[in-house]
Structures are given as C-alpha cells and as structure tokens.
C-alpha cells in the first residue's frame, strides 16, 4: 500500500477562513477554490501543482487511490477536499494532527509548527500569509512558485513527522483514526430539512413567549447587573459566589450556579417566569445549532465531525463547531435534533448503547467480586445498592430510592494498632461503638467501625498505616506515605499526639501488648546511625511517656508497672544503645551546628557534667546523625511514668535513605470519630492522632450532586448513604487511596501499580499511565502544594493547572479503559457495517433495511465482546433501530 501525503493551499480571506467558519461550510462554499496542492508518493519527491478545478480533478485521478493511504496534517479539511471537490476516495485515512494528539495528549500544542518543532524536523514556512485575499489569478509567476516551496515543504514536513510517531503507534489507533475521520470525509447520513425549520420557529417563538410573560426587554435579561435589579424589585436578594478567577464575591446568575437555579422554584411566580425568560434568552445554543444543521441541509449529506483523541482519557469529542456528543435528549422538543438526523433512504440507522460500562470497569478494576458477579447475572446494582441503604427488599424499591442507589455508584488503618479508647488502648479491630475514643481534645463518640480489606500498609514509627491515611502533623494534616519521608514531619505528628493524653493513656485492654524498655527512656529518630558530616537539618524527639505491659489487673484497673531503670554515670558511649519501643515523644527545636558530639545521659534526675572529650556510635538504623543531649528522669503519678529527656541538639546530618517497609494487612478504620473526624492511634514512638475515614467531604459533594437532578437529602443522611456505600463496596474505595498513593509515588518518579494486575502500567519516564491501547493517559509536571487539607497534587494542561486525586484519577482511568473497549468492539462492527457516529459509549450504525435484524445482533454481539486483557469484565449492551437517529432511543 502507498503512502501519499497531501496538502491543499486554499483561497482566504479576513471575512473567509477557517477561523470564522466551519470546515464544512467553507469547504462547500461558493466562495471555496483550490490555489494549488503538493503530493508525495512514498519518499519520492514531492510535486506541486497549481490549476484550474478541472485540471487538477484530472491529475489527481492519476494516482493510485484504491490502494493507498492519505497522509496530511488535520485530513478532516484535506480530505474533504478531496472526497467532496474531488471524488477522490482512498484505501484509509491518516492524520498527524491526530496522532499528535494521541502521544503527546490534548494539552499540547498539535499544530504541524509545533510538532516539527517538538521533534527537531524543520521549520514550517509563513508564505501562507502573503496569500491573504489573493485568488489563484491574482498570484504572478513567482509568487505562485514561492507559495508551491511553502506547500512542498509542509508535504515533507508532515511526512518526516509521521515517520518519526508512527514508530510504535498502534495499529488500532491507526484504524480508528481512519474510521473517525470516515464520518466527516464520506457522509452518509442526511438532514431533515422541513422538521429543523419548523423546530426553529417553535424555539424562537417560545423565547419570545418568555420575554412576554416576563414583562421586560431582552437587554435587561442579558445583563447580569440589570437582571439582578429585576429580581431586587421583586423583593429577592440576587445569588452571589465566589469567582474562581478573582477570588471576590460575584454574581451567581449562571444557569448551573445553585443560587439561581434555586430561584426557579421560587414562591412568587413572577420570580419564576424571570428566570425562566432568562434561561429562556440566553441558552442560544439550541438555537445556533439547529440554524446550522439546517445550513447544512441545503448543501449536502451531514458530514459527522467527531474529534480522535479529544478529551484527557483518549475519548473522542465535537468538532467542527457541531458538538454530536450532546445533542440534547431533554425538554419541550429536545430530541428534534435528534430525529432531524436520518437514514439515508432504503436504509435504517442502529444506535447501540454499552450498558452502564464505566461502573461495571470500575467494578472489575477494583475487584470487586460481589458487584462484578451481580452485572454479571444481569441484577439491577442500582437497586442493590439502594437496598443495602434503605435496609428494605430489592423488589420494594422505589424510583427515588434507586436514584439514590444508582448516583453513590458513582484510608485504612491495620489490624491490632492500638486505639485509645475511654477504657484504655484497644486493638482497633475490637473498637466497638459502646466506646468513646480520644481525638486528642476529649473522648469522643464515632458510628462505628469500617473493615477496609487487605491493604498494602507502611510502617509509622512501628504501626502500619495506608500511605494515604491522614495524620496530624502539628496543625496540618499529611498522608502517613508522606510524614515517613520528612523526620521533620514525623516528629510534629508525635508531639502533637503527646499533647493533653489523658489518665486512660496509662490503660492497656482487650490484649494490646505493650513493650517493656530496658533502659529508661531513650529516644532516637527512627532508623538512626551516628555520622560527623551534616546535610540536613532534622529535628529530633524528646521522650515524654514509655508505657508498660500491665502486671496485675484488680477491680479498680489496671496496675502498671515502672519503667526500669539503669544508674549511670558519665561515661563514653562503647556499644549500641537500646531504644525504647514505647517512648512517647515529642520534638525539640532544630540546629545545624556542626561537629562531632556524644551522648550524655543519666536517670533519677542526676546533674551531670560535659563530657571531656566527643565521641560517637552507631544507633541502630540506616540515616545517619551527630548529637548531644542531657537528660533527667523523673516519675508523676502512681499509675503514668515520665521520663521527660530534655535534648540539645548540637550537629547532626543525614546521608542514608530512610527505608519503608510495606506489608499486605488487614486493615480498618472508624467512623464520624466526633466533631473533629479523628481519634488516636498508639506507635512505638508515641501517639499519633489519626483522621477518620473522611466521609463528610465526600458527603457534601454526594450532596450536591443529587441537588443538581433536583433530589434534596440532608447532609447527615447523605454521609450515612455514603458510609454505607464505602462498607459495601470497599475494594472500590480501597481503589481510590491506591491510586492517590500512585500519584504520590508518580510526582516523585517512583513506579508503583494501580488496579488490576496487566491493565494499566504507570510509566514514571513518560508521567503517566499506559493504557491497553499502547497509548499514555498523562499528567504532566505534577507536582504537589501544601493545601488546607494537605498536600494536593496538580499537573499541567492548556487552561493552566488542573488538580488530580485518587477518586478522579479513578474515574480518568475507567473512562479510558471503557474507551479503549469502545474502540476495539468499534472495530469489530466496522468490518461488517458502517460506523457512523460515537457518543461517549455508543455506537451508531447505518445498515440497509434488509439487513437491520442481522446487523442488530451483529452489533450487539460486538458490543457485549471484550478484548482479552480485559477477560472477566461482565460488559452488556442495549440498542435502538429507527428512521432516525432520535428515534434509535
């Protein structure tokens, strides 16, 4: 098969361009002419031509056609020249424009200049603006020439730079480019004229309705200050909100600000038909829209734009200024667009829709068998779901409660770490409600505990923790995975967990074993060997508590046991000294003094003098540290020791790699732990104060989602909907802190995995996560900013920085994958009928009437198929035959 580049240099002019006009509409315009085109076949050179319509009809059809693939750069316009001026119809479709998109992702610049540019190719040239407003007549000799070496050398560039992406691309890509761009360059589907402009004049006749009923110009409805002065006038205070831009208070008048919406359900009627008016006027886009398929109409088929590679996930998208993927479905005559859209005659158009497929990927992502097993049989999750909520049978649902059920389908702490409840350390797993847990403040009540499912953990000072659960590091919360890293950090989390513990603290219940200190209480910064250079300065912890395994318990409660202790004198230190497991600490203030320096430490509150000379050892561990230290000792109460090490630090320094151990563990978490969402946890180091499973942010947006399809819930019953839902499906949750971890580990360059083992590989060197299409989902430059709940973690894009989380990171990644399926079953069909037009998870077909039964079950076939990486995903489908395209619904 051939490969042959094209590119078309056009008439333009300020009034007639592609900046002001769609392809389609400049393309067929009478004001369209072909200035000249330059053609490469293979690698041979590339000629130019220049001539009239007819000529050039007469030397393209020299060429090879049936056996070749055409190249350009954005082939939407070039072949449409082509296919339409030209009847020039070739073996497949190729496009670097989309390629680029593919690699390199939508963010980027996809132009032929920026690209060649990228990889280093050439520069494109500027003849192009010296043609503005010339006819192919008005060009002289050599300004025709200069423009012809302009066309070759895109021709060569667009050919070097698909030699250079195609290295590697997939074939299926490939494929699908040809047959997206199928849909605009070779339309089959046409437009029913008479039904748009009647369509048109109802539109615009019940616009003019609300303006009536209103009372008021149009002018005032278009104007948010005047507008706001209308509602004023009727007694009701205008909405205002935030601007995201300015970070001052602004009007609220949009038609998705909650405020203004709200104010269509208002008492007074008057109220009412303003807002409606208001909608009614500036929502133009029905309107537009149906003016330009009607345009369309009167001068051909519709040519279907549909964008390759549009959106972050690799999902396709609108072009062409006519946006297929949401074409409206709702509202007084919302679907005559649709059933505008017809099959050309003897034909019929199938539109079959893949059934609730991003849930089902999730689902199957996760590996969460139960919901998996439940598609599967074909049960209704939605109603699953709603039962597991409402406590009632699935057949005694109701049409809200499975609206309930159907939106929510939309941290973990390991087995045994102590919790310090009311009677005292408990094994978390043997928490129950009856127990009021401390939140560093005062004991607390909670809902309850959350089994969270096997887990892979991390070690905090000895405890094992998810590396996204939150703990209090001084007045910030920070992810456990990240306060390891920082001894800084890690120190601020335990002095803030010694602060105001209570009598209970001394407690130990229900067979939490604590471990006895064979000197007193001897604190290191976790890992720790002594050095005598510095580069970095760290703080260190002071030791405040060390707790004992109880000896005796008597109807009072429990009696603990002193902590031993060791005399000692001043002395060298000549061998590895014992830390105590069970210190708790707290930090002390940071110095970068360099030196040498020894430990001096003594017990019973002894006054010890400076040692005559430094010397240091080795702790046990792996960062090293010089240090000096008093210390004194002395015991408060019967029932709490405190050992309270008062150190100076003088030198010290790291230059070793603080090493995480991780382990897979059964882990939990509570619920609601009181006003503050926290209780706290027992380490070797010391307490630490953890937050609880974080429910009320996803509450509140859980919130505001059911009360944008107009279903109030209050915010305690929508955090109960949501606990529930995490209890049910807790792989799925378990899901998302794995993918928060991801991006913790991605912003750092670190591989890691995310989901189901084979499916998704994230690829450091490439920022990103390689689908099962061969291609990259990418989060450029992401880096992480302290924010008030933490760090939170961002990448790049063309709008400027978009923030990324575990939850929409999963969301990112079933939207790809669903993509990727949609795209190989695309192919499948298209073997046997025409693909025509793909929204979202659909795909629409034109067959011929005598086929319509075969090529349905045809369809369906392909569409309940799934590729072999994703064997064990239950996927289904639904579908619709009609004259139209609305009527497939």
């Known amino acids: 098969m051939n490969l042959i580049t094209v590119d078309f240099e056009t008439f333009y002019s300020k009034e007639f361009s592609l900046s002001k006009m769609t392809t389609e509409e400049y393309v067929r315009s009478d004001q369209f002419e072909v200035i000249g085109l330059a053609i490469k076949v293979n690698d041979e050179p590339t000629q130019w031509a220049s001539g009239t319509h007819e000529q050039i009809k007469k030397w393209l059809h020299t060429f090879d056609w049936a056996n070749s693939m055409v190249l350009a750069h954005n082939t939407m316009f070039d072949g449409a020249i082509l296919s339409w001026l030209f009847d020039v119809h070739p073996r497949v479709w190729a496009d670097t424009l989309c390629m680029g998109r593919a690699i390199h992702g939508v963010e980027v610049g996809g132009s032929l200049k920026a690209l060649t540019e990228r990889y280093g190719l050439g520069e494109k040239g500027t003849e192009v603006l010296n043609a503005l407003g010339k006819r192919r007549a008005d060009f002289n000799e050599e300004e025709l020439s200069r423009y012809g070496d302009y066309c070759v050398n895109d021709v060569e560039l667009t050919y070097k730079l698909f030699k250079k992406m195609s290295r590697g691309f997939p074939k299926q890509e490939l494929k699908l480019i040809d047959l997206t761009l199928r849909m605009f360059i070779d339309p089959i589907l046409e437009l029913n004229l008479p039904l748009l402009e009647a369509h048109l004049q109802a539109v615009k006749d019940r616009k003019d309705d609300l303006l009536e009923d209103a009372g008021v110009s149009k002018d005032d409805l278009m104007s948010n200050p005047k507008f706001a002065e209308l509602l004023k006038d009727l007694g009701v205070e205008p909405p205002v909100k935030i ?161 309930v059920g159907k939106t929510t389908i939309l941290g973990c702490i390991a087995e045994g770490t102590p919790v310090l409840c009311d009677s005292g350390w408990k094994p978390i797993e043997k928490v129950s409600v009856d127990d009021m847990v401390w939140d560093g403040e005062e004991f607390v009540c909670h809902q309850g505990l959350v089994p969270k499912g096997i887990k892979e953990t991390l070690s905090v000072c000895g405890s094992w923790l998810t590396p996204d659960h939150k703990i209090l590091c001084g007045t910030k919360w920070e992810e456990s995975g990240s306060a390891v890293q920082d001894v800084n950090t890690l120190s601020l989390a335990l002095e803030r967990g010694a602060e105001n513990l209570p009598l209970q603290a001394t407690y130990v219940a229900c067979g939490v074993e604590l471990k006895q200190s064979l000197l007193n209480a001897i604190v290191g910064v976790t890992n720790t060997r002594l050095t005598n250079t510095t580069s970095k300065v760290s703080s260190l912890l002071d030791a405040l508590y060390v707790l004992k395994k109880h000896l005796t318990k008597s109807v009072t409660g429990f009696t603990q046991k002193r902590c031993q202790t060791i005399r000692t004198e001043l002395d060298y230190l000549i061998d590895y000294l014992l830390l105590s497991p069970g210190v708790i600490t707290k930090r002390i203030e940071l110095t970068s003094t360099m030196g040498n320096a020894g430990y001096m430490y003594m017990s019973s509150g002894e006054t010890i003098a400076s040692p005559s000379s430094n010397s240091s050892r080795h702790l046990m561990g792996g960062i090293t540290q010089n240090l000096k230290w008093t210390g004194s000792t002395s015991t408060v109460d019967i029932r709490r020791v405190i050992y309270d090490l008062y150190r100076e630090v003088k030198t010290y320094v790291t230059n070793g790699v603080l090493v995480t151990s991780k382990r897979l563990l059964p882990t939990y978490d509570i619920a609601y732990a009181g006003p503050r969402n926290r209780f706290t946890i027992l380490t070797d180091s010391g307490p630490v104060i953890a937050h609880n499973c974080g429910y009320g942010m996803g509450a509140i947006k859980f919130q505001a989602q059911l009360k944008t399809f107009g279903f109030d819930m209050e915010l305690d019953e929508a955090r109960r909907v949501i606990d529930i839902y995490r209890r049910t499906n807790n792989q799925i949750t378990g899901l998302w802190k794995d993918a928060q971890f991801m991006i913790e580990n991605l912003a750092r360059g670190d591989a890691t995995y995310l989901g189901r083992a084979g499916v998704l590989d994230v690829v450091p060197s490439e920022s990103g996560i390689r689908l099962p299409s061969g291609l990259f989902m990418r989060y450029d430059d992401l880096v992480a900013e302290q924010g008030e709940r933490g760090l939170e973690y961002s990448y790049k894009t063309r709008r400027g920085r978009t923030r990324i989380y575990g939850g929409k990171c999963i969301e990112n990644a079933c939207q790809a994958i669903a993509r990727c399926i949609i795209g190989e079953q695309m192919l499948k069909i298209a073997k046997k009928y025409r693909v025509v037009l793909t929204v979202h998870d659909a795909i629409t077909c034109c067959v011929r009437e005598a086929d319509v039964d075969e090529a349905r079950a045809y369809i369906e076939e392909c569409m309940r198929w799934v590729p072999d990486w994703a064997a064990g995903l239950p996927v289904n489908c639904e579908s619709g035959v009609g004259d139209s395209y609305g009527d497939c619904e």
């Open 243 to 403: 601007s995201p831009t300015t970070g001052k208070e602004t009007l609220a008048l949009a038609k998705s600000d909650e405020g203004f919406k709200a104010l269509a359900d208002h008492d007074d009627d008057r109220v009412q038909s303003l807002v409606a008016a208001r909608l009614g006027t500036k929502s133009t886009l029905e309107e537009t829209r149906t003016q330009r398929f009607i345009d369309i109409a009167k001068r051909g088929k519709l040519p279907v734009p549909v964008r390759y590679y549009a959106a972050h996930t690799g999902r396709w998208g609108g072009d062409d200024k006519i946006n297929m993927q949401n074409l409206p479905s709702r509202g007084p005559n919302a679907k005559k667009l649709k059933q505008s859209i017809i099959a050309p005659k003897g034909f019929k158009i199938i539109d079959a829709d893949s059934a609730q497929i991003e849930a089902r990927v999730l689902a199957w992502l996760a590996g969460q068998d139960d919901l998996v097993e439940a598609f599967s049989e074909g049960k209704d999750v939605y109603k699953k779901m709603a039962s597991a909520i409402y406590g009632v049978p699935e057949d005694e649902i109701t049409k809200d409660q499975r609206f």
